[in-house]
């Protein structure tokens, strides 16, 4: 039994693999979590009362409380997916990208190195920090063309050069330092408990409430989708059996446009909810974002055929699932809508202190 400390497991891809572990494994999790707008501890209430799960709320970039997380909990890994994650916030506001994502990944990694250089050597062997990133790295692609490993960084945005900056400073700690480290770049993760300031799940949301569906530009920008679930699958293989040093894509060689996205996903509530079909009448086009990267697609050939993993889920599947989840899993929705989950967070967390 290993005991697993993710960051971030408050979010939408930390969730869901904080979820797999306690559900798939013998593993314990500790979620070292700020609890920033983006997460929510409703998104782990299967799972909080497993006694092989923790919570620790606690920031990245608080160097003692982070010391302090490793030195109580002594984690076998470390899988690093705290994060800023919302291009257009970073657009507006890139101030707590450069904090979280590159100061936070800096005094995490500080952390892991002084806990790992204390291990006896057996467990110095087995210790892996496992940095989880973004295809976003690479910037934008033409028409043709695939994301590899060896593709050379060329972020366009102040989210993407925050997590190119972390990406490399796990490179860096590798090399000079010696420390134990996997990274994977994925491409876009779409499922349940996802924020709904993201594209599927507000077009979801926005459908089911009538509201407009802003599709910006043409809606001709092309993104690779990738189902949660599968993705989690993924990031535990990796840190299981990826090789030190090495970089995964991980992507759901799933290509669409946005436009696609938008009106698959109106097709699908119009078959669930027949009264209010046509929902594509909603669709609205707005203003571009600046910058916006034009296509993004992922070639997983090597987690294929290195580790043997490939997505479950087709984009068809995925979607359906997704917006059958949006629409049973209302004390969620409801709570991530009002903004009542905050609220929810302080008074459950006020009784029980951190768990
Ligand atoms: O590629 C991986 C990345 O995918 C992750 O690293 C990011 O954290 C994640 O947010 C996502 O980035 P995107 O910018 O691609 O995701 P977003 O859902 O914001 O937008 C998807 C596409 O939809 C993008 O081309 C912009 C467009 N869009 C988005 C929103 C929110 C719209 O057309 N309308 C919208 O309202």
């Not at 190195?113 to 990133?133: G, N, P, Q, T």
């Not at 990274?183 to 507000?202: A, D, M, Q, R, V």
């Not at 991530?336 to 929810?344: A, C, L, M, N």
Request: charge should be negative; include cysteine.
């Amino acid at each position: 039994m290993k005991t697993i400390l993710i960051t971030g497991a408050a979010g939408f891809i930390g969730s869901a693999v904080a979820r797999q572990f306690i559900d798939e494994t013998q593993d314990k999790v500790v979620n070292v979590d700020k609890l920033t707008y983006a997460g929510n501890l409703q998104s782990l209430t299967s799972i909080s009362d497993n006694l092989r799960y923790k919570f620790e709320q606690v920031d990245i970039c608080d160097a003692a409380e982070v010391a302090r997380v490793f030195r109580e909990h002594q984690p076998d890994a470390v899988m690093h997916l705290a994060a800023e994650s919302h291009v257009d916030r970073s657009i507006t506001g890139p101030a707590a990208f450069i904090q979280t994502n590159i100061v936070g990944t800096y005094t995490l990694l500080e952390a892991a190195r002084s806990y790992w250089s204390e291990l006896d050597s057996a467990r110095k062997a087995v210790f892996r920090f496992h940095h989880i990133s973004t295809d976003e790295v690479y910037g934008s692609l033409d028409d043709s063309g695939f994301f590899t490993e060896d593709t050379a960084y060329e972020p366009n945005s102040p989210y993407s050069a925050s997590k190119a900056s972390s990406d490399h400073l796990v490179r860096a700690w590798h090399h000079t330092y010696g420390l134990p480290v996997v990274t994977t770049n994925c491409s876009n993760n779409y499922g349940p408990y996802h924020f709904p300031e993201k594209l599927i799940p507000l077009v979801i949301l926005n459908a089911v409430n009538g509201k407009p569906l802003p599709i910006y530009g043409k809606g001709d920008n092309i993104r690779d989708w990738l189902y949660v679930d599968d993705h989690a699958r993924a990031l535990r293989l990796v840190l299981e059996k990826g090789k030190l040093g090495e970089t995964y894509n991980i992507g759901g060689w799933n290509e669409k446009t946005n436009l696609e996205v938008v009106q698959s996903i109106c097709a699908i509530l119009d078959e669930m909810l027949p009264h209010n079909a046509p929902h594509a009448k909603l669709i609205t086009y707005v203003q571009d974002r600046p910058g916006h990267d034009r296509r993004y697609a992922i070639d997983a050939t090597k987690i294929a055929n290195d580790l043997g993993w490939k997505p479950q889920e087709t984009f068809e599947t995925g979607l359906r699932k997704t917006v059958e989840w949006y629409l049973t899993n209302s004390d969620w929705v409801r709570g991530v809508t009002s903004g009542d989950y905050q609220k929810w967070v302080s008074q459950n967390y006020a009784k029980r202190g951190t768990a």
